[in-house]
């Protein structure tokens, strides 16, 4: 999660994705998603901070047609109304659980996460490992990050505490606050068993140089280290937006976790 690209957060055009559709979960809470029926292990896309489904459109638009998969708005953004629901890690990961529930998709799935996205489907991966065949993680947030952030890196820290309050709508802040809740859990459960392909940022901003990058690239370190069935790729040409500004190289993670991933 980088401050300086929370700015731009609802102020970069993208592609849409079509026929959306909602459906309630068993509380009662309305989900858009944009679903694709296919073969082999389906695809979950998961967004980050203040994003909704439409910012992967340019990889399902370059991934084959026969691909299932299912892409989605979390309460409050898109078309999915807010909830007053927890809106930590472990609460959203059990809602897509439902909402695979709610639409009859067979596991094992393949997940994919980008930032705050990215820790979501780790905590996925964590509560229901049986039904993830391995996931592509596109610069996670590290459950740690904010901590380090303001221990590491002070400015970057004050920059997104005042975006918090002057930028953030209240979904964002709810999820920005609770990034960190799962903790306990999660490292209760440190180790990823599942194949995990890494795609990692190569393009750092004037004003992330220096103690930012730092930070991330430590925190980095600390991913793999957590995932032993792990390769990682940085995208030198991309920033923090690989599936807008490198789609073809998230399509490539995915086809590479679907041709080994078990058939349903």
């Known amino acids: 999660?980088?401050?300086?690209?929370?700015?731009?957060?609802?102020?970069?055009?993208?592609?849409?994705l079509p026929h959306s559709a909602?459906?309630?979960?068993?509380?009662?809470?309305?989900?858009?998603?944009?679903?694709?029926?296919?073969?082999?292990?389906?695809v979950i896309f998961q967004s980050g901070l203040g994003d909704g489904k439409n910012v992967w459109a340019q990889v399902i638009q370059?991934?084959?047609?026969?691909?299932?998969?299912?892409?989605?708005?979390?309460?409050?953004?898109?078309?999915?109304?807010?909830?007053?629901?927890?809106r930590d890690p472990c609460t959203i990961a059990q809602e897509l659980h439902q909402l695979t529930r709610a639409l009859a998709l067979k596991p094992p799935f393949i997940l994919v996460g980008h930032s705050l996205g990215g820790l979501y489907q780790h905590c996925y991966a964590q509560r229901y490992p049986e039904e993830v065949a391995g996931l592509v993680l596109i610069d996670p947030t590290h459950?740690?990050?904010?901590?380090?952030?303001?221990?590491?890196?002070?400015a970057q820290a004050a920059l997104l505490g005042a975006l918090r309050y002057s930028v953030f709508s209240g979904t964002m802040r709810d999820e920005f606050d609770a990034q960190a809740a799962s903790n306990d859990y999660l490292y209760g459960h440190k180790t990823i068993s599942q194949p995990v392909l890494f795609l990692f940022s190569g393009k750092f901003r004037p004003e992330e140089r220096?103690?930012?990058?730092?930070?991330?690239?430590?925190?980095?370190?600390?991913?793999q280290?957590?995932?032993?069935?792990?390769?990682?790729s940085e995208v030198s040409h991309s920033g923090h937006y690989i599936q807008k500004e490198a789609p073809e190289q998230v399509v490539r993670a995915i086809l590479q976790l679907r041709g080994n991933a078990p058939a349903r």
């Open 143 to 154: 459950s740690d990050h904010l901590a380090e952030l303001k221990k590491q890196a002070p």
């Open 1 to 16: 999660m980088r401050a300086s690209l929370v700015l731009a957060i609802g102020l970069t055009g993208c592609a849409s």
């Open 210 to 223: 220096g103690d930012f990058e730092k930070m991330t690239r430590q925190l980095r370190r600390l991913w």
């Open 225 to 232: 280290a957590a995932a032993p069935a792990s390769s990682a």
């Open 22 to 42: 909602t459906v309630k979960l068993p509380a009662g809470q309305p989900l858009s998603y944009y679903a694709q029926s296919g073969a082999g292990p389906t």
């Open 62 to 86: 370059q991934l084959p047609a026969s691909t299932a998969l299912l892409a989605y708005d979390r309460p409050g953004y898109g078309d999915s109304p807010s909830s007053t629901d927890a």
